[in-house]
């Protein structure tokens, strides 16, 4: 009896603990959490891009969050998004966008900032009633959302891309685009030969031209050296000349300056008697005199020319 009544009990307390195991599974898989305080923001999408329930939510790339609920409405489809804690302070100017990642194409939700908190937005609570909407995101607050990398667009554009790849007249347009490069680099290769014709022209004549300029720098040169040459023999003679004058009055120092002294002597001299014959001149008695001094001496020469003659007789 004891047995019976202990085996009934471990089967009703089994079956509780299964329900209380299965009440907070159901809990947790609804979001609520013991123990922590969270806030939600509402996010408007024209698309969902695939996304579910508990898909996660990043801000600055760390998983913050998770969606929680979508409510699709007749212009957009509301997400409805919980931020684990109140302590994360996001600043209401954000960038929300629906990516799909990983192999599966899981669809989450990607929070950027677009600018820097102020030092009294870091001090609010997301759900106190100080909260400032314009500065930071509350509780409640509407953001729109853009759709990021999206598989389905991403088909969806590849299939438009296909669908236009097949129509006729752009397989003709791509075909004369083909023949036009095909002619143009036909038309470049031509041009290339003659190019490289030209340049090897002008290559040969301005060889012959650097090699007549060089002939004549040469000649130019050596005329230039020989001139150089015969400057530096005419100084070399000026300097021996030079210094051959220099040897020459530094030799004769002596007779020089004895040759001055008696030129400064006799102009002494020739002053002294021309002043004292300036006044027999002026008197007219010397020229007179010496008129009759030289008509006696011709006189004379001519008396001993005769008595010469008559001795050679």
């Given at each position: 009896m ?17 329900l ?20 939600n ?28 609920r979508?409510?699709?409405?007749p ?10 804690s ?6 209401r ?13 899981e ?9 820097k ?61 083909v ?20 340049t090897?022209?002008?290559q ?14 040469g ?5 230039a ?37 008696n ?36 006189e004379?020469?001519?008396n ?10």
């Amino acid at each position: 009896m004891r047995s019976r009544t202990v085996r009934e009990g471990s089967v009703g307390l089994l079956i509780l603990l299964g329900l209380f195991a299965f009440g907070g599974l159901f809990l947790w898989l609804r979001g609520l959490s013991l123990g922590r305080r969270s806030y939600n923001v509402n996010v408007d999408f024209e698309t969902t891009a695939g996304m579910q329930p508990g898909a996660p939510v990043r801000y600055r790339g760390v998983s913050v969050g998770r969606v929680v609920r979508i409510q699709p409405g007749p212009n957009s489809a509301r997400i409805v998004i919980e931020i684990n804690s109140t302590q994360l302070v996001m600043p209401r100017n954000v960038l929300v966008e629906a990516n799909q990642i990983g192999l599966i194409g899981e669809t989450s939700i990607d929070i950027v900032p677009l600018g820097k908190l102020q030092s009294v937005a870091l001090e609010m609570n997301p759900l106190g009633r100080d909260c400032d909407s314009e500065l930071i995101l509350c509780n409640g607050t509407v953001l729109n959302g853009e759709v990021g990398v999206s598989y389905d667009t991403l088909i969806r554009t590849t299939a438009k891309l296909a669908d236009r790849f097949d129509t006729p007249e752009l397989v003709t347009e791509i075909k004369n685009l083909v023949k036009n490069t095909s002619d143009a680099a036909a038309g470049v290769a031509i041009l290339t030969e003659e190019v490289t014709e030209l340049t090897d022209s002008l290559q040969d004549d301005l060889n012959l031209l650097t090699t007549s300029i060089a002939d004549d720098l040469g000649v130019l040169s050596g005329a230039a050296t020989e001139t150089a040459q015969s400057v530096t023999e005419t100084a070399s003679e000026l300097e021996v000349t030079a210094g051959q004058l220099t040897s020459l009055l530094a030799t004769n120092q002596t007779t020089l300056s004895s040759t001055l002294s008696n030129l400064d002597a006799i102009s002494s001299d020739v002053k002294v008697m021309a002043t004292t014959l300036t006044p027999v001149i002026e008197n007219g008695q010397l020229i007179n005199d010496l008129e009759t001094l030289s008509a006696n001496a011709s006189e004379a020469a001519a008396n001993m020319r005769d008595i010469w003659n008559l001795q050679q007789c």
